[in-house]
């Protein structure tokens, strides 16, 4: 087998989907592991046999699924709650702040996902100041926004690995420049997590936030929250619910006394059928090692990166691996009716305007199947001219 590492392609028969389609899209929507049927039915025999009971088991699955997350990221036990998504998970990091001039500026680049950018500029109507820094979403604008933290900056909001271009980000600079003035940084880990191998710790970032439905292999419906040990008793998120409280099942009148550490993110109800599913694909990753699929990434999108640049098609990634994760965002004319086209030869991929097609192999794909796309590309170009 041409650049695949064997003991890795030993996974795939526990991936339905890779036995009729080239799946090469890990970075929007990861494969679903088989077992994902079986613990969802763990998690539907319960409620349909305990009832009310099933609580007993289900409450402690939202640590016991966060605890595998800790694993992968190197984050102490008990510092990473579930949640449902980015949105809501920064949403709570942002309900802990006040915006009192002038430390009330939140900073962050053109390159976030949209649903950071909205929620962020939702915050000016509290009184924040947005710093937006570039313009231009393909450019990750370093030096300006090292330049934009300053003693006004409450917030800085940086992506780990672009989700355009896969960009990665070396976060540390910021962290560094943040503390040095006292703000607080959030990491949107949602491109990295499964992807890129480091450690929370290390990073000294005070929160991480991401979600489950792509390298992870998790689906929808199950995002997590990290916050950093040493702050996380002094945060009062507004954003509270009866689980955020110490004693929840004590149904008291406010004001709330907040849980112990992170669990005071919890909010409401905790969404358990999500956890039951992304749980399995949090295991695999753990078992698999995310320094292995790293490695194997480098081989794969080099292959992508080489035959694109040969073929004369734009690459909107970096070329030096070092400085992206593990997708690789090709660009030529026509690429949204060639993204269509793959998908129809069962060539799974997505298609991100002004930056390209996305083309994302994880540690169950092959070398061939990246060499594959490339010919299928050239193909269906080759067709539409002729
Ligand atoms: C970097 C990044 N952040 C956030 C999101 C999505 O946010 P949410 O979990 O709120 O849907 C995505 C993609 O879905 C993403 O790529």
């Not at 990091?93 to 929620?119: M, Q």
């Not at 330049?147 to 672009?162: G, K, M, N, P």
């Not at 976060?171 to 480091?198: I, T």
């Not at 399995?280 to 694109?308: C, F, T």
């Amino acid at each position: 087998m041409l650049h695949s590492m064997p003991d890795l392609l030993s996974w795939r028969p526990r991936f339905p989907i890779l036995a009729d389609k080239t799946y090469l899209i890990n970075n929007s929507l990861g494969a679903m592991p088989a077992s994902v049927v079986d613990s969802l039915r763990e998690y539907t025999d319960l409620w349909a046999t305990e009832g009310v009971v099933a609580w007993d088991t289900w409450l402690p699955e939202v640590a016991n699924t966060a605890a595998i997350l800790e694993d992968i990221i190197g984050a102490p036990r008990g510092s990473m709650t579930m949640c449902q998504n980015v949105t809501n998970a920064l949403a709570e990091i942002l309900s802990c702040l006040e915006y009192d001039a002038p430390r009330n500026e939140i900073v962050h680049c053109a390159g976030e996902f949209p649903t950071v950018e909205y929620l962020l500029d939702g915050q000016q109507r509290l009184g924040a100041r947005v710093v937006r820094v570039g313009s231009d979403p393909l450019v990750f604008p370093e030096e300006e926004l090292l330049a934009a933290i300053t003693d006004r900056t409450v917030l800085v909001v940086l992506s780990h690995v672009l989700f355009r271009t896969a960009e990665l980000v070396d976060v540390r600079p910021f962290v560094e420049k943040a503390h040095q003035f006292g703000a607080l940084v959030v990491l949107d880990a949602y491109q990295s997590m499964g992807a890129v191998p480091f450690n929370v710790a290390d990073l000294d970032v005070d929160f991480l936030v991401g979600g489950s439905v792509k390298w992870l292999c998790g689906g929808p419906g199950a995002g997590y929250l990290y916050a950093h040990p040493n702050i996380v008793d002094r945060l009062e998120p507004r954003l509270a619910g009866w689980f955020s409280h110490s004693r929840p099942f004590g149904f008291e009148a406010p004001p709330i006394e907040y849980a112990a550490g992170i669990e005071r993110f919890t909010g409401g109800t905790p969404n358990i059928p999500a956890y039951y599913q992304a749980r399995e694909g949090y295991r695999i990753i753990r078992e698999v090692g995310v320094p292995a699929i790293r490695e194997n990434a480098r081989r794969h999108s080099q292959i992508l990166i080489d035959g694109a640049l040969a073929r004369g098609y734009t690459v909107n990634t970096p070329l030096d691996f070092e400085s992206r994760g593990n997708h690789v965002t090709i660009d030529m004319a026509g690429a949204p009716q060639v993204k269509d086209e793959l998908i129809r030869r069962g060539f799974v991929v997505d298609y991100r305007p002004g930056a390209g097609i996305r083309v994302a192999p994880h540690f169950y794909n092959t070398g061939e199947e990246c060499l594959a796309i490339l010919d299928e590309m050239a193909e269906i170009l080759r067709t539409a001219r002729s």
